[in-house]
């Protein structure tokens, strides 16, 4: 009965190519997060979208993209990730609205950049 | 923008004793605090929250505790246990938006 579910839990690629993250929830929750976690940190949230409407945070890098093609599943793609952007990402979802703002994440997948 | 503190960043407590971890925000239009656990290699996992109309919360050995007069909230876990091992945040959450700013953590020892 896994509610966020993230593929793959880890994934290594290598300096400069491409990598997508996949998340996707049986909650049908309105809002979906993605957040970049580095060692010994908080959560840092990069974007979210609320149903088809897309909210980037201003200090989230142009290499970090996403995109939700329906309810169910959204992705985050790393353009050319650096060795910087080794970190847990995280997934969350939320269900949106005034009153519903509890978030629920998924395990996480682990990104190592060779 | 909400800014939120958490206090301590570690803390090593003997099996069965208490644990209490504190956290202060900025923004007094803040209506909804959760506190997460994060094991190891884990996605954070809610384990209880308050909203702002709400002075105490207890879930069995947790409790949170709100004081919005004074911008703090707090963590208190009773009879700790070795699975009580791991890293806490607080997390506040405005009336307005759909985010969550979450604090620096705590690591949680409990030494059996």
């Known amino acids: 009965d896994a509610m966020v579910i993230q593929n793959p839990r880890y994934q290594v690629t290598q300096f400069g190519k491409p990598v997508t993250l996949s998340c996707s929830q049986t909650?049908?929750?309105?809002?979906m997060y993605w957040y970049q976690q580095k060692s010994s940190q908080a959560p840092k949230l990069l974007f979210h979208y609320y149903d088809k409407d897309f909210n980037n945070e201003a200090d989230t890098p142009d290499n970090f993209q996403s995109r939700r093609p329906n309810t169910s599943f959204c992705f985050l793609d790393i353009r050319s990730p650096g060795l910087g952007d080794a970190a847990m990402y995280l997934c969350?979802?939320?269900?949106?609205?005034?009153?519903?703002?509890?978030?629920?994440f998924g395990p996480g997948t682990r990104l190592t950049v060779l | 923008g909400e800014n939120v503190e958490q206090h301590p960043s570690t803390l090593s407590v003997q099996e069965g004793d208490s644990a209490v971890i504190k956290c202060t925000y900025s923004d007094s239009a803040s209506n909804y605090f959760p506190w997460y656990k994060q094991e190891l290699g884990k996605g954070p996992q809610l384990i209880i929250d308050?909203?702002?109309?709400?002075g105490e919360k207890k879930d069995q050995r947790i409790a949170v505790t709100l004081n919005k007069t004074a911008k703090h909230f707090s963590l208190h876990i009773t009879e700790t246990q070795p699975e009580d091992s791991a890293v806490y945040f607080c997390?506040?959450?405005?009336?307005?938006?759909?985010?969550?700013?979450f604090g620096g953590g705590t690591r949680v020892l409990v030494k059996p």
């Open positions: 997390a506040v959450h405005k009336a307005a938006g759909n985010k969550l700013t």
């Open positions: 969350a979802t939320s269900r949106g609205g005034a009153g519903t703002d509890t978030q629920y």
């Open positions: 308050i909203r702002s109309n709400v």
């Open positions: 909650l049908n929750h309105n809002v």
